[in-house]
T-cell receptor, first 114, second 113 residues
Framework: GENVEQHPSTLSVQEGDSAVIKCTYSDSASNYFPWYKQELGKGPQLIIDIRSNVGEKKDQRIAVTLNKTAKHFSLHITETQPEDSAVYFCAANAGGTSYGKLTFGQGTILTVHP | DGGITQSPKYLFRKEGQNVTLSCEQNLNHDAMYWYRQDPGQGLRLIYYSQIVNDFQKGDIAEGYSVSREKKESFPLTVTSAQKNPTAFYLC????????????FGSGTRLTVV
């Protein structure tokens, strides 16, 4: 089955700096890669996703890049703000009859210091 | 508003008891999922269902059971066979017909006392 590794497990930045979180996946059939943000005591929320037919996608201060050959994808947050502090999860889908099923990385705790 | 509702938010269970966590969605999503979240371990899949009256085991199904009698509902029972049930449980739903992001509920924190 799919295996997703996420790094780093914790990330601390100053307000205004950029933050980068990286994930690798194992299943070459995976073609959908979402990112989720989870605030304390709440469920994760989808913040951006990318499909395998594109290499990069941007949404304001957030961008995701995908390298299918190397099987890795990254989340980039620019001009970080204290409200960006949260746990971030990457995920990859399963192929075949299990389509739609997501495997998640272990999570990154991002702290943005004012 | 469309969404996915989990209840209760906090649940306490005595050793040897079964408890059922509720998950209801009004998004007309076909697929529903249960994940367990422990510190430092991300989200691990317990069970998932892609259609009514059908469900599949995930990576950590032992000690858990589910049912999917209605499209809107996917309750999870934590049985006494689950050795370490204290965790944060998340329910999610998605459109089945293509790969699409999940909508998550707000979670249930289960504590064994």
């Amino acid at each position: 089955g799919e295996n997703v590794e996420q790094h780093p497990s914790t990330l601390s930045v100053q307000e205004g700096d950029s933050a980068v979180i990286k994930c690798t996946y194992s299943d070459s059939a995976s073609n959908y890669f979402p990112w989720y943000k989870q605030e304390l005591g709440k469920g994760p929320q989808l913040i951006i996703d990318i499909r395998s037919n594109v290499g990069e996608k941007k949404d304001q201060r957030i961008a995701v890049t995908l390298n299918k050959t190397a099987k890795h994808f990254s989340l980039h947050i620019t001009e970080t703000q204290p409200e960006d502090s949260a746990v971030y999860f990457c995920a990859a889908n399963a192929g075949g009859t299990s389509y739609g099923k997501l495997t998640f990385g272990q999570g990154t705790i991002l702290t943005v210091h004012p | 508003d469309g969404g996915i509702t989990q209840s209760p938010k906090y649940l306490f269970r005595k050793e040897g008891q079964n408890v059922t966590l509720s998950c209801e969605q009004n998004l007309n999503h076909d697929a529903m999922y249960w994940y367990r979240q422990d510190p430092g371990q991300g989200l691990r899949l317990i069970y998932y269902s892609q259609i009514v009256n059908d469900f599949q085991k995930g990576d950590i199904a032992e000690g858990y059971s589910v049912s999917r009698e209605k499209k809107e509902s996917f309750p999870l029972t934590v049985t006494s066979a689950q050795k370490n049930p204290t965790a944060f449980y998340l329910c999610a739903s998605s459109i089945r017909t293509e790969n699409y992001g999940y909508t998550f509920g707000s979670g249930t924190r289960l504590t064994v006392v």
